[in-house]
């Protein structure tokens, strides 16, 4: 095999480790949901498309050490981008929130993605979410960032440094306070709500206190629910936004 060839098999090689690291924890593209072999077709597609694109940055290695440390560090940075979508999947927590906020905390369905049980407004969150995501081609800007990222982050030119975990942690602190900040709503009216129903108890003390409380913790939250569905809808769309701008932005890090 010539130099050019082997130069040519590597950046293959190193493609397929981003793109795969990135599919393989993508909480959307990755889903367990998904058999495997369509996740492998789906890399494999993926990589060629890249890989026509990126022919001319052939990448020549000294050593088989050396090419081992570049795959693994090609995947680990694939790993990453798909590892930080995860985190704006936060959508979830604010649904548990909302969920003990209003005496649904028990009532869960199965996520098929993480393999344990979901509380019922986390789920419609986290499927508003991928439905989102879809509706406004976020598969595409993904597939558009994955082609471009050699521009930014060559192949083989991966450096995993102490900045990379610190922005991370700035991008995890982000996105559990737009969590809060979706539950938050509800959090205000549940608590006004308690104080309500104290004051009733003082009042009135032959109210069966733990009844009352319990009915309009239910009608309160689900009416709320109801009256939030448009600003919701807004603030998960401006979730997916910021998670895509993170994506690309996490790149500059590698």
Request: glycine share 8%; net charge negative; proline share 3%.
């Amino acid at each position: 095999m010539s130099i050019d060839n082997t130069a040519q098999l590597t950046l293959f090689s190193l493609i397929m480790m981003r793109m795969s690291g990135f599919i393989l924890m993508n909480p959307i593209l990755g889903r367990n949901n998904i058999p495997i072999r369509v996740k492998g077709g789906f890399i494999f597609i993926l990589t060629m498309m890249v890989y026509s694109a990126s022919m001319e940055e052939a990448v020549e290695i000294v050593s088989t050490i050396e090419f081992g440390f570049l795959l693994i560090k090609e995947f680990a940075a694939g790993y990453v981008l798909g590892y930080v979508m995860h985190f704006f999947f936060i959508v979830s927590f604010a649904g548990y929130i909302i969920d003990y906020q209003i005496g649904l905390s028990m009532a869960t369905v199965y996520d098929p993605q993480s393999n344990a049980q979901m509380p019922i407004t986390g789920s419609v969150y986290q499927a508003w979410l991928i439905m989102l995501f879809f509706a406004v081609d976020g598969h595409l800007a993904l597939m558009k960032i994955l082609l471009t990222s050699a521009e930014i982050v060559p192949y083989g030119g991966i450096v995993l440094t102490q900045g990379l975990a610190l922005k991370i942690i700035d991008i995890f602190l982000e996105c559990v306070s737009m969590g809060v900040k979706l539950a938050l709503p509800m959090i205000a009216a549940e608590f006004l709500v308690e104080m309500g129903v104290g004051i009733l108890n003082k009042v009135v003390p032959q109210i069966s206190i733990f009844v009352i409380n319990i009915q309009m913790k239910l009608i309160v939250g689900l009416g709320l629910l109801a009256l939030l569905y448009a600003p919701a809808g807004e603030f998960i769309e401006k979730i997916m936004t910021t998670m895509m701008k993170t994506v690309q932005g996490i790149l500059t890090f590698l």
